[in-house]
C-alpha cells in the first residue's frame, strides 16, 4: 500500500518536472519510506538511513540533515506514539533519554 502511494505520489511529477528531478523525487520517497520502516520497526535512527540515501542522491550533505532532522519532527513522534500505545514504552527509560537527546541535539548543531 505504501508503495503504492510513493508511485502516485512520483507520478504526478511526470510531465511536470524534468526526468533528474523526478529520478531524485523518487528515490527520496523510497529513502524516507524505508528510513520510516527502519526507524519504526527496528529502532534505527531515521536520519542514520535517510541522510547517506540522499547524499548519494547528490543532495548537498548539509540540505540532506537538515531535511532529515524536518521530516523527523512528524515520522518519530508518530512511530513513538504507536509503540506507546502498544505499551512498548517506559517513561523511567524515555526520560533521561529525552533529556540527553535534547543536549545532544542543540550541540550537534552547531558543527
Partial sequence: MIALLAAVAASAFVGVVPLSARMLVSGA???A???AFL???LGLGFGAFLVPALV???VDPRIAV???LITQLIVVPLGGASHASLGHARVSIVA???GAGVGGSFLGAQF
Avoid: E
Wanted: charged share 5%; aromatic share 0%.
Fill in 29 to 31: 520517497l523510497l529513502a
Fill in 33 to 35: 519510506m524505508t528510513a
Fill in 39 to 41: 526507524c519504526g520497526s
Fill in 56 to 58: 548519494l542522491l547528490d
Fill in 66 to 68: 537538515a531535511s532529515s
Fill in 96 to 98: 533521561p533519554l529525552l
